[in-house]
């Protein structure tokens, strides 16, 4: 068998995330890629088609990949041991995110899915010996989640307790991140927290393992003016990564596909910075992030929503046509 054609790869990536924002959006159909593809230079849609065919197939999640991880997370035996009922009686399920839908979209989730699988709904749940549960689709800096859990530990938090971080996607910098700080927080408030993280995914995203990222690091800058005054305009000079790797979790169907997609979308995201004045300094174009970067580069996107710590050319919206239009908090 050749290669995909055009045509076929704007169905394979449209069959992808056909629900995603489903209900809320019009379905994002073949016609609906194709328009997104089409901003981008043409010599280059078929190769960036070809690379976000493969990744998108790793990293976006459906509805039912996310049910999948909840039933799962609920059975676990590493968690729960012999008797998950009677865990998840006892655990405390935090609802506490003060920014966003996401924990309170994953919460309804799995209201349902333990209540078909244990017999109980998270009304039922908790008591004053219990674990902690913070669920969530993701940590990708760690700011949400460290803001989130600041205002807890300084209130109403016991003085011991155990906290299980449960989330799809993990990010390796952003956990680090949110660990250090709430070191910090827990001594300050005198208090005793026993932290666990659980995941399905873990994303390499720190500076120290950039040849290993499974994210966005461009290997070098694209030599338009735009994105080298952009680089230019930042604090420092930009990281880039050496090697050839594609990431432990071969996100990138090989170190050429991924040049492309680096390449491509670090100059569409400069370029729509330019279009959409109203972006703020942090939106860069590989993504959201409060470090002078050229992006945090995630690449996880979910039926629910896309981060804002995805590149630009996935989510911004007019005059940008966006792959995936954004719900904002």
């Not at 670090?266 to 970067?293: E, F, H, S």
């Amino acid at each position: 068998m050749g290669k995909p054609d055009r045509v076929e790869l704007i169905r394979s990536i449209a069959n992808t995330i056909a629900d995603y924002r489903q209900g809320e959006i019009t379905i994002p159909d073949a016609d609906h890629v194709n328009r997104w593809i089409n901003q981008f230079d043409a010599s280059v849609q078929q190769q960036v088609l070809s690379e976000l065919d493969h990744i998108l197939k790793k990293t976006y999640l459906a509805r039912t990949d996310v049910e999948k991880f909840l039933s799962g997370v609920i059975s676990s035996k590493k968690l729960t041991g012999k008797d998950p009922r009677a865990f998840w009686k006892k655990a405390n399920i935090l609802h506490i995110q003060e920014a966003g839908n996401s924990q309170r979209e994953m919460l309804a989730m799995f209201d349902t899915i333990l209540r078909s699988k244990v017999g109980l709904g998270l009304k039922d749940c908790g008591s004053s010996d219990g674990p902690f549960i913070y669920l969530d689709d993701a940590v990708f800096t760690g700011n949400r989640l460290k803001h989130d859990l600041f205002s807890w530990i300084q209130s109403s938090a016991p003085a011991v307790a155990r906290l299980h971080v449960i989330v799809i996607g993990l990010h390796c910098g952003g956990q680090w991140y949110a660990e250090t700080q709430l070191e910090k927080v827990v001594s300050d408030a005198r208090k005793k927290l026993d932290l666990r993280w659980w995941r399905c995914l873990k994303i390499e995203d720190r500076r120290a393992y950039l040849a290993d990222s499974d994210v966005l690091r461009p290997t070098a800058l694209p030599s338009e003016p735009a994105v080298q005054a952009y680089a230019e305009g930042l604090k420092y000079a930009p990281d880039l990564r050496a090697g050839t790797g594609v990431g432990g979790n071969k996100f990138f169907s090989s170190h050429a596909g991924r040049i492309v997609l680096e390449q491509e979308f670090l100059k569409a995201g400069v370029r729509i910075r330019d279009m959409c004045p109203n972006l703020n300094q942090y939106q860069r174009p590989l993504g959201n992030t409060l470090l002078q970067t050229l992006g945090f580069g995630a690449l996880m996107v979910t039926f629910r929503n896309c981060p804002n710590n995805c590149p630009l050319a996935f989510w911004v919206d007019s005059p940008w046509y966006p792959l995936f239009p954004r719900k904002t908090n």
